[in-house]
């Protein structure tokens, strides 16, 4: 966009005000560009925290109540909020992993109880039909592996 012609006043005294009104034009343009990016920041940094405290109220409802609650957060608002990983269990060896959030293949919109029937243990995978996962919780980091003795 090109930039806006403001015709130069022939007297000397408008030229002057003219210069002046365009000086306080461009600093206010700097501030309010300022004040645009401290409220985005500040509502990013609201949407995170909310996010956050929708996967830890989900946490403990599925903790309460046991099975996939519906609603749950997305992939989205759960890697938002600091949740990347998500623990299953297999229905049918009682096999527990993480499941990193950000590498599944599921569009980010995807709600989080949405995955129950998509995820399947790989160590009963060679046991006739593999058995849907049990979601258990939502977690912040993935656990590191305890080396077996």
Not at 13 to 35: H, S, V
Request: hydrophobic share 35%.
């Amino acid at each position: 966009m090109a930039p806006k012609h403001h015709p130069t006043p022939l007297s000397g005294g408008d030229r002057k005000a003219l210069t002046k009104e365009l000086g306080r034009a461009r600093a206010m343009t700097t501030i309010l560009a300022g004040q645009a990016a401290e409220a985005r920041a500040k509502g990013e940094a609201l949407i995170r925290q909310a996010d956050k405290l929708l996967c830890e109220s989900w946490n403990e409802r599925m903790w309460a109540n046991g099975g996939p609650i519906d609603p749950s957060p997305t992939v989205d608002q759960a890697i938002n909020g600091g949740f990347a990983s998500l623990e299953i269990e297999c229905s049918r060896c009682k096999t527990r992993r993480d499941v990193d959030l950000a590498a599944l293949r599921h569009p980010p919109t995807t709600f989080v109880h949405d995955l129950a029937g998509r995820l399947r243990c790989s160590k009963c995978a060679k046991a006739g039909p593999r058995p849907s996962a049990t979601l258990l919780q939502l977690m912040s980091r993935p656990r590191l592996a305890v080396p077996e003795t």
